[in-house]
């Protein structure tokens, strides 16, 4: 039997049928349904005529993407795939990678690695990006739950799978190489990969092992600008009423590298014919190396002097602004006068947007954050699979180990200069240093401090399950077969940090760097940033020097800290343990109905989840140690139906009790803040809550299928009734005498989510000669969400969904080549909660005397798509070559405060392009 490896590309399963899997890692047929073998599939048009088969013959709601050939992934990273799937969105992160994966608007995602749960050091989920494309073989989101599936994911399941060596019927050996061209780096990133697997007769039995190797490295640059959280220009030093002016302006680069090693081993033994024996391993890591450089002119220091202004009276509203002109927070509200009377601290006033200004004598700032990070992800699993006549049993027991070591060392420099800005420039601000101060060299000061953050963190997980299933062949009337499972996990997790900041010597802007003992290339140039001084770089401290270990101590004399990195902290630590039992006991039946079928499932999953953790917050100065232990239980039923019209048509409907518990670091009873050295910058802190619930959704499906030839279209609609939906928001909390934004996850109480689901794939077969060769595929999600309770989001929606996702794609595959042009776009949606923070807001004119209500202000991101190709080509049987791009189109992240002419972040997105080969022999 040969490797199905096919590309399976954005195609909309949704599917539910009548039999689960009796072990997660490898679906069961229901009866009467053929199992679908693992064979290899080339070209896309075969890859769709499989992804349609793999749909319809599910298990549950599952959108699958296969590679099309072995080690040719649809798209350069895991995540970058998914954004394809019907109900999938994504998010970019820093390094320009694709990540942030949500399925119809949820990221609790449970992730498997060929059915076994899979993790990130303390987390719940896995950063799916860690695992190259190039290892997987194919990837299931899994929508709908049944209960042999692992809880744990109320948004659904993604099950990455590796490639085995009983998928292949020979010797196989596969060399992959590649180059990448990120546009914004304008290097050359290598790529490379190698399996090899093959199969030997032992006695009556047979042995198959393949091992697969990847590696990769890329440079990357994501230039950012943007326009800070607003206030009005009341405060000191300007005392101009009726102006909302940015707090500061800047930008900043975040560049470096980044690189993933990986490598699996899989040993598959048929011992006899009913029995099958597995060894399983993996590793895959992570290293980077990289900073962050930041640019900033901050607008409300003393001897700020405001030279021009011109305000946009069109674009105003009515706020409550505080003496320093901030929006007042509830200790402002809730304070009172001698007596004891209400007294709160605020002013009622009409702010109007600044447009664009000169401001002289500002405290230029540029910023290095030295950071490097490495990640270590180790798997190994070992099982049986052992079948006789009508009985199967599978059994597998693994073990995950999950290390990170991260640092990030932080110097500022400045000097005094001359900004002129604009907030509102094609969705974004702009600013202009006339001269470019921060490009020259002479004239810089130590400012703020030296900060030094250090983190260690290991996840460790014992899994272990047993799964039955029995056909009745009729026995038992309509019941089909019945399956029954236990599930045991041991999962550990311990995180710790040092952080220390000190305040530079003398004060901001009092030490020079001249007579320092620092090296003569201290002071090195970044990237530039098209949107500050059209993109002139400028100077800031050598990254590389605070990555040293000899730099940071020169570094720690120079501003009084002690030498050596600082020892962690106890009230930044937390250690926690968890054992979860599971069980589950499922129905597979069927019925007919007037000439048809209805088959489906029917069980429970009862589930207990026993917990310690321990941690420590700060009283009065005194590491006070705390540990909290909770218990939960709970019994997840599913219920669901099949209906086949035998022309075609499916239509199916599903119920499903899901839940998704607390993340370790929410969990955390510990109380942790630091007071900024940049006294632009907001004192922060972060705590957990251990009374935390398990987020539990009732979930809902129906679907609509309909089948002819290699073309399908589906239509779906979902619901989800959603209780105890955790959130972490920032307030403002005094603690000896010092306000922080404190960070603190709550359970908002009720969510609910609704939408529809449609797609559809064909290829143009009705055309003549080489035309016949293309075929076009779409999917349109609608989510509507809805916070629900007396949270103060409610009657939002959740973060990070957009309400619409469409992809449009345009495929060939005939005479050897194969190719794909694909849109993918989003409507807004806002990231970040900003209701807590004192951030300017408008407010409504009868609400201003509420002491209680503080409007709610979200950073809302705009609409946006990305355009990607590819197009390959059969050299010979043996030879492929391809190339490819990614966001050809050049999208951008742009953000705005609540209201969109206040614009914030303006992000450049990386477009990338790839050159490659493929050997196969």
Known sequence: MRLRNSFLYSVSALTLLGSASAFAQEAAPAAGVEQLEEVVVTGIRQSL????????????????????????????????????????????????????????????????????EIFSTTGRGFAVQDLPAEA???????????????EGGIAGVTDLRLHKPFNFNERTFVATARANYPDNVDEVNPQFGFLATDRWDVGNGEIGALLNVTWYKNDFDRPISFVAERRSLVGAPHGETGVLAPNTFGGLNDYGWYERPQANLAIQWQATDNLEVYLDGLYAGYRDEQQSAFVATPFFFAET?????????????????TPGGFNPNLNDLGRKDAEGNPDPNFDTDTLCNMESARFSNVRGLTSTQAKKQDVDNYLGAIGFKWNNGPTSVKFDTAYQRSEREFSNVIVDIGKHITVDIDTDVNEGGMTWHPGNPLGTEGGWFLRNGLNQNFEESTGELWQTRLDFRHELDGAFGFIRAVEAGVRYADRSALFEQAQLNVGAPGGDLATSLDGLPLPADFLVRSPGIDRINNGASVLLPNPDYLRSAAGRDVLRQIYGAPTGNPAFQPQRRFDASEDTYAAYFQLDYSVPVGGLTIDGLIGARPTRTERHIEGAGVVNDVVVPRIADTTDTEVLPNASARIDFNNGFQARASYAKTMRRPEFNALNPGLNYIV??????????????????????DSYDATLEYYFGPSMVSAAVYYRDLKDRVITAPNTETIDGIDYNISRPRNVGAATLQGIEVSGQTFFDFLPGAWSGFGAFANYTYADTEVKGDDVLAGFPLQGVSKDNFTVGLLYDKLGVSGR?????????????????NVARPIEADRVNDLEYIPTVLNYVRPGGRL?????????????????????????????FDVDWLNRDFRYDDTIYTLGVRVRM
Do not use: H, W
Request: charged share 25%; hydrophobic share 35%.
């Open 305 to 321: 002097q405001l030279e021009s202004l011109e305000v946009d009276e069109s674009r105003c509203f009515l706020s409550r602004v």
């Open 868 to 896: 990607d190709f590819s197009i390959g080509y059969d050299i010979t049987d043996a030879i492929r070559v391809d190339v490819g791009g990614s966001n050809i189109l050049r999208n951008r992240y742009k953000s705005y």
């Open 676 to 697: 900024a050295t940049n006294p632009s910058v907001i004192n922060s802190g972060n705590a957990g809550n251990p009374n935390l619930k398990s987020q539990i959704s």
């Open 49 to 116: 005529e499989r992804a349609a088969e793999i749909k319809r013959e599910s298990a549950q709601v599952v959108d699958s993407i296969v590679a099309e050939d072995i080690g040719k992934f649809p798209d350069a990273t895991t995540a970058a795939a998914l954004q394809r799937v019907p109900g999938v969105q994504v998010t970019v992160g820093a390094n320009n990678e694709v990540q942030g994966v949500l399925i119809r608007g949820l990221g609790d995602i449970l992730t498997t690695l060929d059915g076994r």
């Open 821 to 837: 042009l694909v849109y993918t776009a989003r409507s807004r949606y806002y990231d970040a909660d900003m209701t807590g923070t």
């Open 136 to 150: 997987l073989s194919r990837v299931d989101v899994i929508k709908s739950s049944t209960s042999n599936l692992i």
